[in-house]
Each structure stands twice: as C-alpha cells, then as structure tokens.
C-alpha cells in the first residue's frame, strides 16, 4: 500500500513504497548495489516494462549475469527477467 492507503500494483512501488512508475527498476538497482559481487558494475542499466526487469548493458561474466538475474528474480514484483540487450564479456 502507498503511503495514501491506495493499493500500488507490485512492480510500481518504489523505493519508499509509494507509487513509482519504475519502482521495481529502482528496487533492482538497489538489490544490485547491495550485493557485494554486483555493486561495483556501472556497465548495466536496469529498466522495466510492467512486471518484466529490462537488463540492458555488458557484463564481465556469464555468472555475473546470472547473479543479477537471480537477485532481481528475488525482488517483489518481478515477474520475469529479460537480458537480450546484456553483452557477456
């Protein structure tokens, strides 16, 4: 629930709970910056389009990208990742 008692749809809650229309992006984000393998990657950007997480960008390592993929399947709201726009290596 939003801070005005209206009920927010999952992906669209942001950062302080009230309604964010890429709340979930932000949320990833930040579940990224707090993973110590993940924080220090500034060559990702993270979007949304509803429910989806948008990864788009490069990444060192298949594993690296599959970590981010598991992180931001484990935020609330997400409902599918998609990472055709990441560049592996």
Do not use: C, H, N
Not at 2 to 26: I, M, N, P, R
Not at 37 to 60: H, N, R
Request: glycine share 8%.
């Amino acid at each position: 629930k939003a801070a005005d008692g209206k009920d927010v749809t999952d992906y669209k809650v942001g950062l302080d709970g009230d309604f964010d229309e890429s709340g979930l992006a932000k949320r990833v984000t930040l579940a990224f910056d707090e993973d110590s393998q993940l924080d220090d990657i500034d060559t990702l950007w993270v979007a949304q389009t509803s429910a989806t997480v948008v990864l788009k960008g490069k990444v060192p390592s298949q594993a690296i990208l599959d970590k981010m993929v598991s992180v931001a399947k484990g935020v609330d709201g997400t409902a599918a990742v998609a990472t055709k726009q990441v560049e592996v290596g």
